[in-house]
């Protein structure tokens, strides 16, 4: 089997992360494919999943680029091992019940969405593409996560109870989102990456405003769980990949 | 060359075909763009256009997919926007609006022409459309969606 080893040169790891987000929660969506609630919401999951998959599939063919290795997408996705990861911890937290798929998704795409728009500014003339794309995609994706969070937390007494237990277990995992290492500080001098710092006041209003429609209680900053950007995931990431990668590593540059 | 999952409408109708012309090196280079990021009409359109460019005995031709400018509904032309509404897809704005965390939309509906419509769901049969009801006349119909 092929070991690779991820390169560490800075803007691919940025690409890289920003890849790995995208694919492993669009993993994660894909698998509601055919068990939604209803129809309607099985076709919007699976277009989620679709967006995403579509925004990691150029970043981790810049990624492959840069790095100037010989790997393409599909070697980044299928052959990185669990430690290679470099996603964020919430993206990869189990699809749980409805609500849990919910407030995932909605955190995630609350801080996103202002994530795009900004890099569509990088000086990083590729970064400045695919994040324009990703914007508007985002933008909906936000739009069906809050609209889906307010109907869960103004709902039932079941539903809501759901839907707050769900923020109470997710929320440990959003400080990593604003996290920047030294990786990165490089990049944001230089213009190309976002400080995710300037995106806190954007993504507190958001999540204010919707968990307040929605009747749900913002949980305190406690313990915040961090790793993933370093390649140090929780167990289920393992789980993702056996699922995702079996093909290429029982059948090695298997195509169809 | 019409759109595979939209067959009224050609890819320039739908601004997905971005230009056509010849590289450095003599081959026909032939620019597109995806609607959607993860858009899988993208493949099949990238293959019947190097069809077509064998089909014209072009020797050397080749796809070009370019993300920047990011697509928009406002690239589709009046006569795009005229077709699809008589085929029953209720057309994009004229101008695409970045709509705020709770605004409201009003799409005419393509059968009867009524305003009195609602969302059914955000995410349609395609990522380019969502689901829509007119209250009029009762009819379900697909709105393309406005990016």
Known sequence: ???????????????????????????RLSEWCGHAPMLEEDIAL???????????????AYAAELE????????????????????VLLVEQPNGDFAVTIVRQFLYAAFMAPFWRLLAGSRDATFAAIAAKAEKEAAYHLRHSAEWLIRLGDGTPESHARAQAALDELWMYTGELFEADAIERGLIERGVALDPQTLRPEWDETVDRVLGEATLKRPPDGWMQTGGRTGRHSEHLGFILADMQFLQRAYPGATW | MVDPEVPVLTIEDLGVLR????????????????????????????????????????????????LSPAWTTDWMSDEGRRKLKEYGIAPPAPKATRRALFGLEAIACP????EDTEKITEFGSTACKALWRCRSCREPFDHFKCI
Do not use: F, W
Not at chain 2, 111 to 114: E, I, L, N, P, Y
């Open chain 1, 1 to 27: 089997m092929t070991t690779i080893i991820a390169a560490d040169a800075p803007l691919v790891q940025y690409a890289l992360r920003l890849a790995d987000n995208a694919l492993v929660l669009g993993h």
């Open chain 2, 111 to 114: 059968r009867c022409g009524s």
């Open chain 2, 19 to 66: 230009g056509v012309g010849v590289a450095e090196d003599g081959a026909v280079e032939v620019a597109i763009t995806p609607t959607y990021s993860g858009c899988p009409a993208m493949n099949v359109i990238a293959l019947e256009v190097e069809l077509a460019l064998e089909r014209a005995g072009i020797a050397k031709g080749r796809v070009r997919t370019v």
């Open chain 1, 68 to 87: 100037g290795e010989g790997r393409n997408e599909d070697k980044l996705a299928y052959l990185r091992d669990a430690s290679q990861y470099r996603n």
């Open chain 1, 46 to 60: 699976a277009n989620i999943a679709l967006d995403l998959i579509g925004q990691a599939r150029p970043l981790y």
